[in-house]
Nanobody, 126 residues
């Protein structure tokens, strides 16, 4: 059974940093694409970042325009863990952050991802 477990969320002041982790069991990130989505209160879940597995396009990364230059997605295949380093956090980054995994090409479309974690809360205060 596949399980994705996020950690690293919390409360941080605007301008600060957090690193989210997503540990997988039942699948290997070395052969699956990995992504992060977020859902703010009253809003739909939205794409944040994704990374291809290393054998496909050399682990190409994709980012939403709203986080480009501030967030970095990475993967440690030895630990079967994906990370989201979030710097220069803004109040509008406040959301529940979800880890996701899928086979094949990654996508910004939520509906194309078939494995999800439970989410971790990130709150950015002004």
């Amino acid at each position: 059974q596949v399980q994705l477990v996020e950690s690293g969320g919390g409360l941080v002041q605007a301008g600060g940093s957090l690193r989210l982790s997503c540990a997988a069991s039942g699948l290997t990130f070395s052969t699956h694409g990995a992504g992060w989505f977020r859902q703010a209160p009253g809003k739909e879940r939205e794409f944040v970042a994704a990374i291809m597995w290393s054998g496909w396009s050399g682990g190409l990364r994709y980012y939403a325009d709203s986080v480009k230059g501030r967030f970095t997605i990475s993967r440690d295949d030895a630990k079967n863990t994906v990370y989201l380093q979030m710097n220069s956090l803004k109040v509008e980054d406040t959301a529940v952050y979800y880890c996701a995994a899928k086979s094949g090409r990654v996508s910004t479309l939520e509906s194309s991802w078939n494995q999800w974690g439970q989410g971790t809360q990130v709150t950015v205060s002004s």
